[in-house]
């Protein structure tokens, strides 16, 4: 977990540093440079491709600092923002959709499952992008045919999403080779208004297409130095239509979420916040009736002198557990307690993962002569303990998800030099790992190489250097271009490494242990720009565009290996060998005049990965070319918005090993999935109240599509979410929300 900071943005002239309430990954914004530095216009959010409208400030209202919203325009990395009304503005609260919309970003989407799977730039699952909830890490996962990595949380929740694409050299980068994601959830400040001490805020949603409603409930308060905060929230979706008109089956959900927050302002120069995030979700995947329950706690202390600029301290404390359950399988007859026949062969399966962490770190900022230097260092730790079991039928354990333990550690630094319109920043840390656990090697053959059979422990553990260095230069008030080289490196997963058995069914096909994998590493630059321009066509409109180039080379990749036998196919987890190269160019920018405002963003992607098998994980390659384009206006003294978005996903490679016939158990008939184009529309209006409704249209057209990178699924005789010849798609068809939200 990050440090209490979550985008920290220099003041003009070397004021302190202020901070926005979005993520807990810490990224500085550049100092601003040159004349216009001491104030300017804050502008508004919603130009974003997936921002949300909000009323703009009139002209003359200035600010003298960087804005939340121009952030990410000021970074000299890749680093985008998404805020709570970015989730509400575009229907319903779509996570996947916001995260889609983002340059380098996308998720594995299943219709079943409500996890959340974040990809970075191609890279996706077993911890390749750190995904995390107020900072803590969501290592939950298992193998099958789904994705390496859930993250459980309610959209109703979340108060903004910060993502980092590439290497991340301070807290929360550690084994994470790709990037990170965190999700911040509602605080004090995201209920109460501005100068209140007590509050509430509520939000009420209906969709069609059996979307049905959603609430949301929260209330806040604060006296002196204390301050608490509480949150409910349910949705009970149905199974919902796609564009044909054909309900999408076990698409349902019965979502009980919930949060408290308690911090305390010791005095002014110490505080300490606690905080727990609930969920509990009853759904069906991966041919099962299946319940998660994830518990999220967190622990934060800072301290910072008021008269030292050498000590800006924070120890972070964490807890994480996820459980998740497996039923009755789809055709029950009875059952769902230790009582009851055999109701398919997971039956009873239990994959519990508890974590546990913390973070401490350090931020001393000084002068070198004319060179100014902000110098932040620390220390991670988090570990894993997963317990997979049946707690009907103890003679199929977890099926073939293993039991173990792992760490993952890392010390850190990183500094900044900044003198004239140069910073140059210099990022260490070594990361290392352990692993623990043991299985057994069944005794068939062929084996992997180097695997003997028989009982075995596995007690692993390595590390690792890994540099980040960029250098950016302010070279005119609006453009800043930067250069960054870096290195990362993931350890392997305990599913990685341990994961053997028969595949549930009594079918053929096995699974083997591989505990000779070595961690996957990057080494890659980035080429990039930002520019902030204000008046650009009329006085106080804004202008922001974020570019960048990228290329990453991998060694040792993970992936998924096969043996075909007489015995049948046996799987395992392998290093791809040689290197493989993954390169793309990303685009976001925005413009705003207060009555109109476009934003827009864009991602071209190429790579040589291997393709992980589907059934075996889940492949994590994006389409080539990806477009998200919103735009519209504000009428009414801007109290009314009226917009729309389009999104265009170009067609997607899914992988030659994925594809082939029926009788060959592919997934897919052909290695490409056609691309797709969606209309959006939306609208809201704001009372003087503090109430806002909202109408929305997503799908506008009622396109018939599967999303990119989908998992399919079957259901009796019918395939869905494939390309196969007769399957079907499983896009949500149209659909209609009415929101009222209330901040009182």
């Known amino acids: 977990m990050a440090g209490a900071s979550v985008l920290a943005i220099a003041a003009a002239d070397g004021a302190q540093a202020q901070q926005t ?53 000021t970074v000299p990395a890749g680093v985008s923002v998404v805020t709570s009304e970015d989730l509400s503005t ?176 010791l005095n002014d120069e110490q505080s300490l916040r606690f905080g727990g995030v609930f969920y509990d979700n009853d759904f069906f995947a991966n041919s099962y009736f299946q319940n998660v329950n994830s518990e999220t706690f967190t622990a934060k202390y800072a301290y910072k002198p008021i008269d030292n600029d050498l ?68 220390y991670e730790y988090f570990s894993d303990d997963v317990n997979a079991y049946n707690r009907f039928q103890t003679q199929l354990d977890g099926g073939v998800n293993p039991s173990g333990v792992s760490d993952v550690s890392g010390a850190f630094s990183q500094t900044t030099f900044s003198q004239s319109i140069f910073d140059f920043i210099v990022g260490l840390r070594y990361d290392m790992y352990k692993l623990d656990g043991h299985g057994v090697v069944p005794n068939v053959t062929p084996l992997p190489p180097g695997v003997t059979p028989g009982p075995y422990t596995i007690d692993k553990s390595d590390g690792r250097f890994d540099p980040k260095l960029t250098l950016a230069a302010q070279v005119l008030d609006w453009l800043q271009p930067y250069v960054t080289y870096s290195e990362s490196f993931r350890a392997p997963t305990i599913s990685e490494t341990l994961t053997g058995g028969i595949h549930p069914g009594g079918t053929n096909i096995s699974f083997q242990p591989n505990p000779f994998l070595d961690p996957e590493i990057q080494k890659g630059w980035e080429f990039g720009a930002n520019v902030v321009q204000d008046n650009v066509l009329t006085g106080g409109d804004s202008f922001r565009l974020k570019a960048d180039y990228y290329r990453m080379e991998i060694d040792n990749y993970v992936t998924g290996c096969q043996l075909n036998t007489a015995m049948g196919p046996r799987f395992y987890f392998c290093n791809a060998r040689g290197t493989s190269v993954v390169q793309g160019v990303e685009l976001q920018g925005m413009y705003d005049a207060g009555y109109a405002f476009s934003g827009f963003s864009y991602t071209y992607t190429n790579t040589d990965l291997p393709s992980q098998i589907d059934g075996f994980g889940a492949h994590s390659f994006l389409p080539d070319h990806t477009a998200v384009l919103s735009g519209g206006v504000r009428l009414l003294d801007r109290k009314l918005t009226l917009g729309g978005r389009v999104s265009y996903f170009s067609e997607s490679y ?77 896009g949500i068809g149209r659909t209609f929300f009415l929101t009222a939200k209330a901040q009182f």
């Open 21 to 73: 309430q979005l993520p807990e990954l810490t990224v500085e914004a550049s100092k601003p440079k040159g004349k216009k530095a001491a104030a300017k216009k804050s502008p508004s959010p919603q130009a974003a491709p997936v921002s949300a409208p909000q009323p703009q400030p009139p002209p003359t209202a200035t600010v003298a600092a960087v804005a939340p919203s121009d952030v990410p325009y």
């Open 90 to 265: 575009f229907g319903g609260g779509d996570i996947d959709s916001a995260l889609r919309s983002q340059p380098g970003t996308f998720t594995r989407m299943n219709p079943q499952n409500p996890g959340l799977a974040v990809n970075i730039r191609g890279f996706e699952g077993s911890g390749r992008v750190n995904t995390m909830i107020d900072g803590v890490r969501q290592n939950f996962r298992f193998t099958g045919h789904e994705a390496q990595g859930f993250t459980y949380i309610d959209p109703s929740l979340v108060a903004g999403i910060d993502i980092a694409r590439g290497a991340v050299s301070t807290a929360g980068g550690a084994g994470a080779l790709a990037g990170a994601a965190n999700f911040r959830t509602l605080d004090v400040e995201d209920i109460l208004k501005p100068g209140q001490t007590m509050g509430g805020l509520t939000s009420l949603t209906w969709g069609s297409n059996e979307v049905g409603f959603s609430e949301m409930g929260a209330a806040a308060a604060t006296s002196g130095g204390v301050s608490i905060a509480g949150a409910i929230s349910r949705r009970e979706p149905n199974n919902y239509e796609n564009g044909d008109g054909v309900t999408i089956p076990f698409t349902f959900q019965d979502l009980n979420s919930g949060l408290f927050k308690v911090n305390f302002q």
């Open 311 to 378: 000590i800006d301290f924070r120890l972070n404390g964490y807890r994480n557990n996820v459980v998740m359950k497996y039923d009755t399988d789809s055709t029950p007859t009875s059952g769902g307690n230790a009582t009851t026949p055999n109701q398919g062969s997971a039956w009873g399966r239990v994959i519990d993962d508890e974590g546990w962490g913390f973070d401490v770190s350090n931020v001393s900022r000084f002068n070198l002569g004319s060179v100014r230097v902000r110098s932040e260092y620390g």
């Open 654 to 730: 899914i992988g030659a090993i994925n594809a082939g016939t029926p009788a060959q158990r592919a997934p897919y008939g052909s290695p490409y999935m056609p691309g797709y184009t969606l209309v959006d529309f939306f609208s809201s209006y704001k009372f003087d109240q503090g109430i806002e409704l909202g109408f929305n249209v997503n799908n506008v057209f009622d396109e018939v599509y599967t999303p990119a990178l989908s998992t399919t699924f079957t259901e009796g005789t019918k395939c869905y979410g494939s390309n196969q010849v007769g399957c079907i798609d499983s």
